[in-house]
C-alpha cells in the first residue's frame, strides 16, 4: 500500500519542483510579454505573478481587498435593480460576485416565473394594470425594509420605473410574492423608499396624467388636468405583503415629481421628494405644414427656471387625515386631495435650484441634500430650520395650486460647491456626504454640519474627489440608507464604460466599482470594476450579510406563492391521478432521479392541473419540470409544492423532464404526456 501512494507524490514533487524553476525563470526574463507558458502569470510566487502580468503594488493591494477565498462569503448583500431586464441582482461585495437574479417584472425562466407555475403566473398576472399585459418592467429603486431606521433584513421592494408598479420580495427565499399596479400613477422614478418601521412602502408618480385615471385630456389642459400622486403603500407587518385596502395618497400638482427619501429620527414622519418641470412644459408640438415644431421641446421648456421644488409631506399627519375620513376614493384609492392637503398642513414646498435630481436624508435625520443637475453645487437643508419655519409661517407666497413655499434663505443650512451635474448623496458616519457629479465623472466627498462631523474638518467643505469610468448615477455605500451607514465602502454606478473592457459592440456593459472609502478618512481609493451587462442598473441598497437569513429549504410541501402549506402537497406513495370530466388532475413527486408518476395520459381538449412536489430535504437538490413544446418549465426547490394548469390543445406524444441537472441520472428523469387525438377510437376516462 505505502509504495503505491510513494511513486504518485515523487511525480507530484518533480511537478511542483518544474513549475517553480519555470515561474523563477519568467520572473528573470524582462517580461518578455506574451509567448505562453507561465509567463502570463497564471502560476509562480506572487512576485512572479505580479511581474509577469504588470501588475503595481496598487494593484495587488486593490486585488486582496476584493478577493473572497473560495468557500468564504462576502461581508455584504448588495441588491441591485436590473433596469430593463425588470429583475433585481443579488451581488456579494467585496467580490461583486453576481450570486443570483430574482425575478420581479420579467418572466425568468430557470426560476421558472412565468412560464405555467402558479407562483410566477399569479403575480405577473395580479400586477397588470386593468386592461393591459406587461411583459416586461423597468426596475429602478431597491428599498430595503427596515427596523428603527437599519436594515433588517425581511423584505425587498422594488418598482418599475416604466408603468408605475411596485414589486415586493421575500428575502427567506428571495422570491417576488407581490406586484402592485399603483392605481392613479403610470410612471415613477426614484420615488420608492419604505419608512424607518416600514410602516410604508411610499411611490410617487413621475411624469403626471390626466385625472380621474382612464379618462383623455390633452396637453392644452395639463396644468387643469394632469395630477401627480405620492401612494402610501401599507406594509403587512407579519407577510410584509402590501394592503391596498389600508394604503392611500396624496394628490400632486402636474410637476414631475423625481427622487425621493424618508425623514429619520429628528426628522421621522416626514418625506421628501424633488421635482422638476415647474415650467409644466409638455414639449412642441410639430406643425405638418412646415415640418417645424412649434413651441420648446420638453429638454428647454423644463429647463428654465432656476428654482423647481422640494415637496414635503407630514405623512404621519397625513395618515390621522385618513382615519379622519379627510379623503375621496379616486381609482379605489383613499385620495387626501390637494386642497385638503394645503388646509391641513400636511403638504409644503422649499425652492430648490435647479432641475434638480437627488433629495437624501442625511444618517441624523438633520440634513437633506439636494442636487441641481445644472448647478454646481449640493444644497444642503436643516430639517430643524424647516421645523421652526413651518410654526412661524415663514413663507415666501404659494405656488399656482396654494401650496405653501417656505423661504430659502430660512431653511438652507449651506450650499457646497461640489463639482459639475451633481446627482445623488451617500453619507458615511463620520459626517461625510459622497455626491455623484454625472458630467464631471467623478465623486465627490463633502462635510456637513458641526453637530455630526467627528474629524475636526470645516463644515459645509469639500474634502476629496475621485474619478470615475464614466458617467455616474447613483452611489451607494455600504448601509446607507440607514440611521448607521458603515465606512468602508461605496459603489459608483456607471452609465458609461467606454474603454474599461474587451470590446463586444457598440453595446456596453454598464459599470459598477468599487471604492473604498477608507473609515471616512479618505482620501477615496478606487479598488474594482465590475462590468455589468443585463440591463441599466439604477440604485442599490447594500446590506450586512448576516442580517439576512434565507431558508437552504423549504419545510416539506411548501407552496412558495403563500410561504405555507400547499393542500396539494404530498409524499412519496401518496401520489395519484384523478379524472372528473374533461379535468385532469395529477399529484405528482419529484426526487433523484424520478417522476411519479412518469406517464400522463389524457385526451386533446382536457384541462390539465398538476401539482409537483419535489419531496427532497437536500440542500440545493433542485429539480426542474418543463413539457416539451407546451411552453411550461418550472423550477422545483428543495421541499417546494408547483402547481400547473393547463388545456393539452395539442395532440401528440410530448416529453416531460427535469431541467436540472440533479444526478447522475439525470437525463433518465423524464416521462411522457400522452394527449390522445381527440378523433381517437377510444377515449381515455
Ligand atoms: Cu432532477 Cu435532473
Not at 131 to 151: F, I, K, R, V
Not at 537 to 560: F, N, R
Amino acid at each position: 500500500m505505502k509504495r503505491q501512494y510513494l511513486v504518485p507524490l515523487v511525480a507530484l514533487m518533480v511537478l511542483v519542483l518544474g513549475a517553480m524553476l519555470a515561474a523563477s525563470a519568467c520572473g528573470d526574463d524582462d517580461g518578455g510579454g506574451d509567448d505562453g507558458g507561465s509567463s502570463t502569470g497564471a502560476s509562480g510566487d506572487l512576485a512572479d505573478i505580479a511581474a509577469a502580468r504588470g501588475l503595481t503594488p496598487e494593484d495587488q493591494k486593490h486585488a486582496l481587498q476584493q478577493f473572497v477565498p473560495p468557500g468564504q462569503y462576502d461581508d455584504y448583500i448588495m441588491f441591485a435593480s436590473g433596469g430593463h431586464s425588470g429583475q433585481v441582482y443579488v451581488i456579494g461585495m467585496p467580490s461583486m460576485r453576481i450570486l443570483k437574479v430574482i425575478a420581479a417584472f420579467t418572466p425568468e425562466p430557470w426560476q421558472g416565473f412565468g412560464y405555467g407555475a402558479d407562483w410566477g403566473d399569479t403575480i405577473l398576472e395580479e400586477g397588470n394594470p386593468e386592461g393591459t399585459e406587461l411583459t416586461w418592467g423597468d426596475t429602478h429603486h431597491p428599498a430595503l425594509s427596515e427596523t428603527g431606521g437599519d436594515y433588517d433584513g425581511r423584505w425587498l421592494y422594488v418598482n418599475d420605473r416604466a408603468n408605475g408598479r411596485m414589486a415586493m420580495i421575500d428575502l427567506r427565499d428571495m422570491r417576488t410574492k407581490q406586484i402592485i399596479a399603483v392605481p392613479n400613477i403610470q410612471t415613477s422614478h426614484g420615488g420608492l423608499f419604505v419608512t424607518p418601521d416600514s410602516e410604508y412602502a411610499m411611490i410617487t408618480s413621475k411624469f403626471p396624467m390626466p385625472w380621474p385615471p382612464g379618462t383623455y385630456a390633452g396637453s392644452d389642459e395639463y396644468a387643469e388636468v394632469y395630477r401627480g400622486a405620492s401612494a402610501w403603500l401599507k406594509i403587512d407587518q407579519t407577510t410584509g405583503l402590501v394592503n391596498m385596502d389600508e394604503s392611500f395618497q396624496i394628490e400632486l400638482p402636474p410637476y414631475t415629481q423625481d427622487l425621493a427619501d424618508a425623514g429619520k429620527l429628528v426628522s421621522d414622519g416626514w418625506a421628501f421628494f424633488g421635482s422638476f418641470n415647474t415650467e409644466l412644459s409638455t414639449g412642441a408640438d410639430f406643425d405638418e405644414e412646415t415640418d417645424l415644431p412649434i413651441g420648446e421641446p420638453m429638454e428647454a421648456g423644463a429647463s428654465k427656471n432656476n428654482f423647481d421644488y422640494l415637496h414635503l409631506i407630514n405623512w404621519k399627519a397625513a395618515e390621522q387625515l385618513i382615519a379622519d375620513g379627510k379623503y375621496e376614493m379616486i381609482g379605489g384609492q383613499r385620495v387626501i386631495r390637494m386642497d385638503t392637503a394645503v388646509e391641513e398642513g400636511i403638504l409644503y414646498l422649499i425652492p430648490e435650484p435647479k432641475s434638480p435630481h437627488g433629495i437624501d436624508v442625511s444618517p441624523t435625520g438633520r440634513y437633506l441634500v439636494v442636487s441641481g443637475k445644472l448647478d454646481p453645487h449640493v444644497t444642503v437643508f436643516d430639517f430643524e430650520k424647516i421645523e421652526t419655519a413651518i410654526a412661524a409661517d415663514d413663507f415666501e407666497g404659494t405656488d399656482d395650486y396654494g401650496i405653501p413655499i417656505l423661504n430659502f434663505d430660512s431653511v438652507v443650512a449651506a450650499q457646497v460647491e461640489v463639482g459639475a451635474g451633481p446627482l445623488h448623496t451617500q453619507f458615511d458616519s463620520k459626517g461625510h456626504g459622497y455626491t455623484s457629479l454625472f458630467l464631471e465623472s467623478a465623486v465627490a466627498k463633502f462635510t456637513l454640519g458641526e453637530d455630526v462631523l467627528t474629524s475636526g474638518e470645516p463644515a459645509f467643505e469639500l474634502v476629496d474627489k475621485i474619478s470615475i469610468h464614466y458617467n455616474i448615477g447613483h452611489l451607494a455605500t455600504a448601509e446607507g440608507d440607514t440611521v448607521s451607514p458603515d465606512d468602508n465602502y461605496l459603489v459608483a454606478l456607471n452609465k458609461w464604460s467606454i474603454d474599461r473592457y474587451a470590446p463586444i459592440g457598440p453595446l456596453h456593459p454598464q459599470n459598477f466599482q468599487l471604492i473604498d472609502l477608507v473609515d471616512g478618512a479618505g482620501p477615496m481609493d478606487l479598488i474594482a470594476d465590475m462590468p455589468f451587462g443585463i440591463g441599466e442598473p439604477h440604485y442599490v441598497q447594500i446590506i450586512k450579510a448576516d442580517k439576512l437569513s434565507p431558508l437552504e429549504i423549504y419545510e416539506p410541501g411548501t407552496d412558495s406563492l403563500t410561504m405555507s402549506a400547499d393542500p396539494d402537497a404530498i409524499i412519496a406513495g401518496e401520489e395519484r391521478i384523478e379524472r372528473n370530466g374533461n379535468t385532469v388532475e395529477v399529484w405528482m413527486t419529484a426526487t433523484r432521479s424520478h417522476f411519479v408518476p412518469d406517464i400522463l395520459r389524457v385526451n386533446e381538449g382536457d384541462t390539465v392541473i398538476l401539482h409537483v412536489t419535489n419531496i427532497e430535504q437536500t440542500r440545493d437538490a433542485t429539480h426542474g419540470f418543463a413539457i416539451s413544446q407546451y411552453n411550461i418549465q418550472a423550477s422545483l426547490e428543495p421541499g417546494e409544492s408547483v402547481d400547473f394548469e393547463f388545456v393539452a390543445d395539442k395532440s401528440g406524444a410530448y416529453n416531460f423532464y427535469c431541467t436540472e441537472f440533479c444526478s447522475a441520472l439525470h437525463l433518465e428523469m423524464a416521462g411522457w404526456l400522452l394527449v390522445q387525438p381527440s378523433d381517437a377510437v377510444a377515449a381515455i376516462d
